[in-house]
């Protein structure tokens, strides 16, 4: 059932004429690479903040603060652009393991995010001593790495 969904999606006019743009296709892929760098390169500012790595002069929920609108101004255009690039093959990529891997990554680096966010703003760390946003920071550069990974092997495989 969710194949045919996706064979449906995949299909619609506008779609197969964005899919096969020699032009569209490949700047919403620039405009992804792009918003990528944004997102996940602020996040892992911040990541390495909680893990004491950089910026350690600074409280962590400065830093984190300070970065949030733009990471998350990142990732909504990292979903947008993702999604555009999944329409004209989503049948294609509905049949690969590696896809609902990245899939299943990228739901754990949200839920990664919630965690520590829920205890951000309950105040019960802030990242000066406990070590569970030290955790949550090095699990969300290892998860984020990991769907950048399974994403460029898509290309492959």
Same mark, same amino acid.
């Not at 969710?2 to 619609?12: A, I, K, P």
């Not at 990471?71 to 989503?90: D, E, N, V």
């Not at 754990?108 to 949550?136: C, I, M, T």
């Given at each position: 059932?969710?194949?045919?969904?996706?064979?449906?999606?995949?299909?619609?006019?506008?779609?197969?004429?964005?899919?096969?743009?020699?032009?569209? /296709?490949?700047?919403?892929?620039?405009?992804?690479?792009?918003? !990528?760098? =944004?997102?996940? #390169? @602020?996040? +892992? $500012?911040?990541?390495?903040?909680?893990?004491?790595?950089?910026?350690?002069?600074?409280?962590?929920?400065?830093?984190?603060?300070?970065?949030?609108?733009?990471?998350?101004?990142?990732?909504?255009?990292?979903?947008?652009?993702?999604?555009?690039?999944?329409?004209?093959?989503?049948?294609?990529? /509905?049949?690969?393991?590696?896809?609902?891997?990245?899939?299943? !990554?990228? =739901?754990?680096? #949200? @839920?990664? +995010? $919630?965690?520590?966010?829920?205890?951000?703003?309950?105040?019960?760390?802030?990242?000066?001593?406990?070590?569970?946003?030290?955790?949550?920071?090095?699990?969300?550069?290892?998860?984020?790495?990991?769907?950048?990974?399974?994403?460029?092997?898509?290309?492959?495989?």
């Amino acid at each position: 059932m969710l194949y045919e969904w996706f064979q449906n999606l995949e299909n619609l006019p506008v779609i197969v004429v964005f899919g096969e743009s020699l032009i569209a /296709y490949p700047i919403v892929q620039g405009l992804h690479v792009l918003a !990528l760098a =944004l997102a996940v #390169g @602020l996040l +892992a $500012l911040a990541d390495l903040r909680l893990a004491r790595v950089l910026l350690v002069d600074y409280p962590a929920r400065v830093v984190v603060a300070g970065l949030r609108p733009w990471f998350l101004a990142g990732y909504a255009c990292m979903f947008g652009t993702g999604l555009l690039l999944f329409l004209p093959k989503a049948t294609q990529l /509905y049949a690969s393991p590696l896809f609902w891997a990245k899939m299943g !990554l990228i =739901l754990l680096a #949200g @839920l990664n +995010a $919630l965690y520590f966010e829920l205890r951000l703003h309950r105040g019960r760390d802030d990242g000066e001593r406990a070590a569970a946003p030290k955790v949550a920071g090095l699990v969300s550069l290892g998860l984020w790495v990991a769907v950048i990974v399974t994403g460029r092997l898509l290309a492959y495989f």
